[in-house]
């Protein structure tokens, strides 16, 4: 049996283009340099060329390359031969065991920033240790368990703990605010940048065409002098060979004339 041919890679998806897609490529990446040259390359020919559509898939979030497709179905597939050998295995003569219960699934989490505590951050994790310290000697006191006396003074500062507590939280969620003003900021001059970028090169994609353009036109404006410098010249040559002939037939009836004559002469009167 056949086998079935073999899946084709960028490179050679790119090598059988229909021209060469170097300089689109350089273009794309010129906007978007974190997407490697390969991927690049696909996307183009997936987007008949264009500059503009390949940028704007490459930052959609629902984009997906072929190598990510390529690995998703084979997991897929894995899944499923599992799956169906698992259906194929004879049930084991062991005593039935009570299966827990399936976990409550949980909710996707937004993945945390990793950056280092901030000052407020560090003074409310010790505010939060003093004031778990107080409520377990709360505790102790509400089971009539001995307590140090020497902690008792702490239980008469809980209420500046927790106001300090209160404060240190609104210092911390204004300093949240303004990191994710930060990034808004951030995003937005990316976006401007990534929209510069894209204007510079369809600049500069723009200008080397109009120069192809000149270019082609300049070569074309040559050739047609070329032809008509040759066309006059096989004119030329034409009118010289034509008189040519000319002054050969006035030479023969000249010479013609001249034999005649002589003729004339040499018979008797």
Known sequence: R????????????CQQSSRDLSSLVEQVRAILPQFSP???CEVLILKDEDVTATVELLLSSNFESKASKKKKKKQEAQA????????????????????PPDPAPEEPQEPKEERPPTAAEKQALKLKKKLREIDRIEERLARNEKVDPMQLPKLERKAGIEEELRQMQLVIDEEERQREQ???????EAELEAQRLQQEAEARAAA???ARRRQWEAEAAAAEAAARALQEEAQQ?????????LQQQQQRQLEEESRRKQQQQQQPP
């Not at 056949?2 to 998806?13: G, K, V």
């Not at 930060?182 to 937005?188: G, L, N, T, V, Y």
């Open 2 to 13: 056949s086998q079935a041919p073999r899946a084709q890679t960028r490179e050679e998806l």
């Open 38 to 40: 390969d991927l690049v």
């Open 80 to 99: 499923a031969a599992a799956s169906a050998a698992a259906e194929e295995e004879p049930p084991a003569e062991a005593a039935p065991e009570e299966v």
């Open 182 to 188: 930060d990034k808004e900021q951030a995003r937005i």
């Open 208 to 210: 080397e065409a109009d």
């Open 237 to 245: 040559q034409e009118r010289l060979r034509r008189q040519e002939l």
